[in-house]
């Protein structure tokens, strides 16, 4: 059993930065894969990023690619994004999810992969 709990959002102006963090509990953390993904008001979830367990393979969503960085650090149980150069669209909440990984080269982008969630955390980019 993993618990996941998202910090670090907030409100940021366009072209700013601001940087996500996921706190997860359990012994096993480093044999998880992770993912982050957001749900606009209106909207349905939508997947950003995710991130092996080793941390040696990552994939985001192409509106994210090059502006966003998933990371991990499994001594911490912590995975981040980092999100650069921020849009008003990036307005979201956005939730941190969890999954018992197979191989640790496996990640995973839909939201059906994944057996564990946070509640999330408010990101609001003003323009």
């Known amino acids: 059993q993993v618990q996941v709990v998202e910090s670090g959002g907030g409100l940021v102006q366009a072209g700013g930065s601001l940087r996500l963090s996921c706190a997860a509990s359990?012994?096993?953390?480093?044999?998880?894969?992770m993912g982050w993904f957001r749900q606009a008001p209106g909207k349905e979830r939508e997947f950003v990023a995710a991130?092996?367990?080793?941390?040696?393979?990552?994939y985001y969503a192409d509106s994210v690619k090059g502006r966003f960085t998933i990371s991990r650090d499994n001594a911490k149980n912590t995975v981040y994004l980092q999100m650069n150069s921020v849009k008003p669209e990036d307005t979201a909440v956005y939730f941190c999810?969890?999954?018992?990984?197979?191989?640790?080269?496996?990640?995973?982008?839909?939201?059906?992969?994944?057996?564990?969630w946070g509640q999330g955390t408010q990101v609001t980019v003003s323009s």
């Open positions: 991130i092996s367990w080793t941390g040696g393979r990552t």
């Open positions: 359990g012994r096993t953390f480093r044999s998880y894969a």
């Open positions: 999810a969890a999954r018992e990984a197979y191989y640790g080269s496996s990640y995973y982008i839909r939201l059906s992969d994944y057996n564990y």
